[in-house]
């Protein structure tokens, strides 16, 4: 009896889920303030790191800047310091577990605060066929694109918890979602990056952790150069367009303030995710080779060619 009440409840509730949530995409919920809000940003000195930065400066929040390149690093704090903003930069490596410890701590005694939203925003990918690839370059993107993620939440998420007050953002990709050739230690990283906050979320909301929330964020190509030369059917992409980094964070940005769990930009690429979960692998093959999705990689695997022959050797902590 009591099995068949919750049943019931558990149904009344999707359904109002379902209904709130679609009403939501017409009226907009009101966004939530966050001036005075500490903001960290890893990667802060890339293209969406730097928009997320100026972003929050704009809603009134201080900035935190981590990233491994110093002088891009210093350009973004720049920016936001010319917007008015306070932001503060350090020279973090994520994928380094001390390098990020400490510098937590040093955040803490600098600013005399908690970091209350976290971005984890670094990434990277190989640009390499798996085997031509060194192996560095691929255990790279796995530390950088997922490892990274333990060590930013277990540094900040503490302090949350205990202020029943915060927000974890993850900036994955829709290749953490559906995935594509020729990009496997990306969309290995990146499916471990969604299965790392998605199980984030659910044990925030198991332990009753009501004041800190979570947003999966998982763009389409955005053109920021990283994925410089990605290319589907010309046809196929004057529907999806590699999207503008200034809306893609702004998006993100919405998603952010309103507390929405997810967000895949646009909203055309849920549509796949759909497929991929429905449809048999044939029929999926099959929609890829006509979309020009299967082989979309190999322009951007050869406009990487030059910068990887001209690079110093990377190295991993
Ligand atoms: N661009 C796209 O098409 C899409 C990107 N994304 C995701 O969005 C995020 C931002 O991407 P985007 O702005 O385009 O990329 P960028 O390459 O422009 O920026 C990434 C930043 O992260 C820094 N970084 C790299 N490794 C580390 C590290 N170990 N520690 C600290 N910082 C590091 C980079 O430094 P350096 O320059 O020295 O490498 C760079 O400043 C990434 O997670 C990416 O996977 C998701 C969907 C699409
Ligand atoms: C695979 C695939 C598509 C193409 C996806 C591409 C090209 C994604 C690129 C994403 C990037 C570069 C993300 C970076 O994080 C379509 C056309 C949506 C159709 C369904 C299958």
């Not at 932001?87 to 040093?106: E, W």
């Not at 046809?235 to 200034?246: C, I, K, N, S, Y």
Request: net charge negative.
């Amino acid at each position: 009896m009591i099995f068949l009440m919750d049943m019931q409840m558990m149904l009344l509730d999707m359904i109002y889920f379902i209904l709130r949530n679609s009403v939501r995409v017409v009226l907009r919920p009101r966004t939530k303030p966050i001036d005075g809000e500490l903001v960290l940003i890893t990667g802060a000195g890339g293209g969406l790191g730097r928009l997320f930065a100026q972003e929050f400066c704009k809603q009134g929040a201080e900035v935190v800047l981590w990233d491994v390149n110093s002088s891009a690093n210093e350009q973004t704090a720049k920016l936001v310091r010319e917007l008015g903003g306070q932001a503060h930069t350090y020279s973090v490596d994520v994928t380094n577990r001390d390098d990020v410890y400490q510098n937590a701590d040093k955040v803490r005694r600098d600013l005399g605060r908690d970091v209350s939203i976290l971005v984890n925003n670094a990434g990277v990918v190989a640009g390499k066929r798996m085997l031509e690839c060194p192996d560095e370059l691929l255990e790279r993107t796995l530390k950088v694109n997922c490892h990274a993620l333990f060590w930013t939440v277990k540094a900040f998420l503490p302090q949350m918890k205990a202020q029943d007050h915060g927000h974890i953002v993850t900036i994955a990709s829709v290749l953490g979602l559906f995935s594509t050739a020729c990009v496997e230690d990306y969309c290995a990283s990146k499916f471990a990056a969604v299965g790392f906050h998605e199980s984030l979320a659910h044990e925030l909301l198991a332990e009753q952790v009501e004041g800190v929330k979570t947003t999966l964020v998982c763009p389409y190509i955005v053109d920021t150069g990283m994925f410089e030369g990605c290319k589907i059917r010309t046809e196929v992409e004057l529907f999806l367009a590699p999207l503008d980094p200034q809306y893609c964070v702004e998006q993100a940005m919405n998603a952010i303030l309103i507390d929405q769990p997810l967000v895949c930009i646009p909203r055309l690429t849920y549509l796949p995710v759909l497929f991929r979960a429905l449809l048999p692998w044939e029929s999926n093959v099959i929609a890829y080779r006509f979309m020009g999705s299967d082989k979309c990689m190999y322009p951007f695997i050869d406009s990487m060619k030059p910068k990887l022959e001209s690079a110093p050797t990377i190295e991993v902590a």
